[in-house]
């Protein structure tokens, strides 16, 4: 795409050095090259959402992960307050 613009924008700069901008073919190029401006940036924000959804993601697991080990050490304290003492010799 980003070929595509480059292209196109040169093709722009020199049909505008023979004609005038409200040549038929000047103005096919310019609506060529706004259609692939907006094509990249339709592009870009499908990249930055997929990437914020992944973000997102990780961040649950790793919400979900502190919780389980939170649960994990609560249950261990718990137990080992209920839990009768160990003999002297087993201790």
């Known amino acids: ?11 722009f700069v020199l049909a505008t050095n023979d004609y005038s901008l409200n040549h038929p073919m000047v103005r096919g190029i ?9 094509q990249i940036d339709e592009r870009v924000d499908g990249i930055v959402r997929g990437l914020k959804l992944a973000g997102d993601a990780k961040k649950a697991t790793v919400d979900r992960l502190t919780a ?3 649960r994990a050490r609560t249950n ?11 003999p002297a010799d087993q201790a």
């Open 76 to 86: 261990d304290a718990r137990q080992a307050e209920n839990s009768p003492p160990l």
């Open 30 to 38: 310019r609506d060529k090259l706004t259609l692939i401006g907006e």
């Open 1 to 11: 795409m980003l070929q595509d613009r480059n292209s196109e924008a040169q093709k």
């Open 68 to 70: 389980e080990v939170y």
